[in-house]
């Protein structure tokens, strides 16, 4: 198995903390579908196709939304240990077949908005519970469309009766189409469930509540424990989505980068967030939720945002088994 080396001015420790912290972020049931290259000059990002979900994920989109993602924590994390990341997204023949390159870009410190978002890397869950019925208020709407704009994305705040009623018509569509898919549900059985010893997929713990008929979105069943009474889910979630500006992989990439921070701001303000991510799977809904946005943005995917109590972390694997050896041909 791989071991963790030296890379961008940092020991074999710093590096695996790194990699620790880039191993945090979300990704469609928890399938952590990245690997790292580590060489003395820099960190290779490739997408472990192995772990992709060809039927929920045909077009590999929230793979590489996820790989975004990891990037995001990644670039905070050595700006921690001061070093200042050159990323190169889709670098080509300079690594081929890798979806981001991480160089040494000089030195810095990190400042304080990005040391609150590193600090909230390992608490930061997917919640899948039902949420309070508590309205988030306008400055922290705002601080969430920030955070993406940072990362040269937009969130769009659903809030118009009318657009809420059609988001969620898109939801229950797509969500309806997957259920009668059996590859996509053979895809949710084989990673949720009571699987002992698991470092991937959605355990019981984390899974949320059943799903039931009153609920006013459509969400997916991960094997949760039947709900309490009264336990239903909030009737009025702020809801957004997460758009890319241009269509394709560096449009996901980028738009994962703005997703993580996106879910980091939240984290740090004491909010909650989940993936309402049916409409943006399957194709012909993806193009309707677009045409409904205007045309010009891309819909990467969509947030449920609120107050809600604390959750468990989801497993991960070990960051040795992240690692591609210099032996190893780099996953194309």
Avoid at 84 to 112: E, F, Q, T, Y
Wanted: aromatic share 4%; hydrophobic share 40%; glycine share 8%.
């Amino acid at each position: 198995m791989a071991q963790v080396t030296a890379a961008l001015g940092l020991g074999p420790d710093q590096v695996e903390g790194v990699l620790a912290a880039a191993s945090l972020a979300p990704s469609v049931h928890n399938t952590q579908p990245w690997r790292f290259q580590v060489k003395r000059d820099r960190i290779e990002l490739y997408a472990d196709h192995g772990r992709r979900l060809a039927a929920t994920d045909p077009e590999d989109r929230a793979l590489r939304l996820s790989c975004g993602a990891a990037l995001f924590n990644l670039r905070l994390a050595l700006e921690a240990r001061g070093v200042r990341p050159l990323v190169s997204m889709l670098p080509g023949h300079d690594a081929p077949g890798a979806l981001a390159v991480v160089r040494r870009g000089g030195s810095i410190k990190i400042n304080a908005e990005n040391r609150a978002l590193l600090d909230a890397v390992p608490r930061r869950r997917t919640n899948r519970t039902p949420f309070l019925e508590a309205p988030v208020d306008p400055r922290q709407r705002h601080a969430l469309v920030r955070a993406a704009e940072l990362e040269r994305s937009w969130l769009h705040v659903i809030s118009t009766p009318q657009d809420r009623a059609q988001l969620k018509r898109f939801v229950r569509q797509a969500h309806e189409i997957q259920l009668g898919d059996e590859g996509v549900q053979a895809e949710l059985a084989a990673f949720t469930g009571h699987r002992p010893g698991a470092a991937d997929g959605v355990p019981p713990a984390s899974a949320g509540v059943r799903p039931a008929m009153q609920d006013e979105w459509a969400f997916r069943d991960f094997q949760g424990p039947e709900r309490h009474p009264g336990k239903d889910y909030e009737s009025d979630p702020l809801v957004v989505v997460l758009c890319s500006f241009y269509d394709g992989p560096l449009g996901e990439l980028q738009a994962g980068q703005a997703m993580q921070r996106v879910l980091l701001t939240a984290t740090t303000r004491g909010l909650s967030a989940s993936f309402l991510s049916q409409p943006v799977e399957v194709r012909r809904v993806r193009e309707n939720l677009r045409r409904a946005l205007g045309g010009m943005l891309v819909p990467q995917t969509v947030l449920r945002v609120g107050f809600s109590t604390p959750v468990p972390a989801t497993p991960r694997r070990p960051v040795a088994e992240l690692l591609v050896d210099a032996d190893e041909h780099a996953p194309c």
